[in-house]
């Protein structure tokens, strides 16, 4: 019998942020993503904060909790648009995630390579990202994934039928409480009309402890301390299979800030973890394989890990939001026919979640949590600077028809 165990699997990710480009640089200046007058969207300055902040400290604990106990796993996502830029100009982080998986314990689990919507615009170019990220991170880490996350942990039957015909075998998302009813997120299910692949889901009230309310002093479980984080997790799982804790890697030390204590609380929970002999860790994978299915789940509405709702309205819940997203897939055909290799690649970076993300109009704690990544003075700049990208996108489609005459 195995083990109960902890999954933890953190995403890797940042965007191409687009400039503040303005309807004078269309059909002039094809360059998007380069540095404008706007410093917060400035991409290299953005990773370099990051990387400084979160990933070659956050890597460093990984290697030691790999080094000192020999049980420790942990999955990561790595989205095709950050591995591009820590080619460019953090290369020795990227080394760092390399060593990482070198170990054979950690995971990288399959994504779009442009931490895209694509599923629910475009089947061929959600295919077609997926196997470009299967690619990056056969050429890069040298390793095949087993395992699918869809952006976001979007997620319904419909994704989970197409991930078990594609040949994973696990899919994780959010254990969302009005789907599950009285189940537990703290078993592995089998998805709705699916014959092979099994169900990994968010404990979201353990991981968003750590995600979003450890640093808050005005929070009734402040401080978060290892002790009392071991036995809510213990607590939680009681007589369950795995416990599963997902979040963004850049928790760690950007989102929650070092002074917080954040990496010391992680060490000491990890050693308290494994000190429990009952206790040990999966990858996604080898949960799935460790453990039979407890029932089947079925979302045929899509759940995702965002906001209260979690449903697409972060990414799709205005009109902006909704006509970026048409005129940006009309484009598909047109631009893929154009054998234009930059065109294709800009396109692409297009199809990133964060732009629409930027345009959300929200209120509340869900909308300061939207204002708090977006680089842009509002939604309706975030807009505007891409639907002005989506113009000169329609403009080079057209010259390169012209050079094909």
Known sequence: ?????????????????????????????????????????????????????????MNAVLQHMLDTYPDFKVSLSISGTILEQMQAWAPDCLESFKRLVATGRVEIVAETYYHSLAFFFSRPEFE?????????IREVFGVETTAFRNTELAYNDQLAKWADEA????????????????????????????????LLLKNYRLSDDIAFRFGNKAWEGYPLTADK???????????????????????????VWEDTG????????????????????????????????????SMPD????????????????NGMQQEAMRHLYDLEDDVLRSNDTNLISDWG????????????????????????????????HAFLYFMNAVRDVRYRIMEANHRGL
Request: some cysteine.
């Open 302 to 317: 899509t759940v995702t890990w965002a906001d209260t709702e979690r449903d697409l309205t972060a990414w799709l819940g």
């Open 229 to 255: 984080f071991a036995t809510w997790t213990n607590d939680s799982l009681g007589d369950g299979q795995v416990v599963n804790l997902f979040m963004d890697y850049e928790t760690f030390g950007e989102n």
């Open 1 to 57: 019998m195995a083990n109960r165990g902890l999954v933890l699997y953190l995403h890797v990710h940042q965007p191409w942020r687009v400039r503040d480009y303005s309807v004078f640089d269309t059909a002039i200046d094809h360059e998007y993503f380069k540095d404008g007058s706007n410093q917060y969207a400035s991409n290299k300055a953005v990773l370099e904060k990051v990387a400084d902040k979160s990933y070659r400290p």
């Open 262 to 297: 954040i990496f010391a609380f992680f060490e000491e929970f990890i050693k308290q973890w494994n000190a429990n002999e009952y206790n040990t860790f999966y990858t996604i994978s080898e949960a799935a394989d460790a453990f039979d299915t407890k029932d089947i789940v």
């Open 167 to 198: 040949g994973f075998k696990a899919i994780i998302t959010e254990g969302w409480d009005k789907v599950l009813g009285w189940r537990s997120p703290n078993y592995v299910y089998k998805p709705h009309d699916t014959k092979n692949i099994k």
């Open 128 to 136: 077609r990202q997926v196997t470009m990220h299967r690619d990056k």
């Open 349 to 380: 970076r297009l199809t990133t979640s964060d732009h629409p993300y930027y345009m959300c109009t929200k209120y509340s704690a869900d909308g300061d949590v939207h204002a708090y990544f977006s680089p842009y003075d509002s939604p309706y």
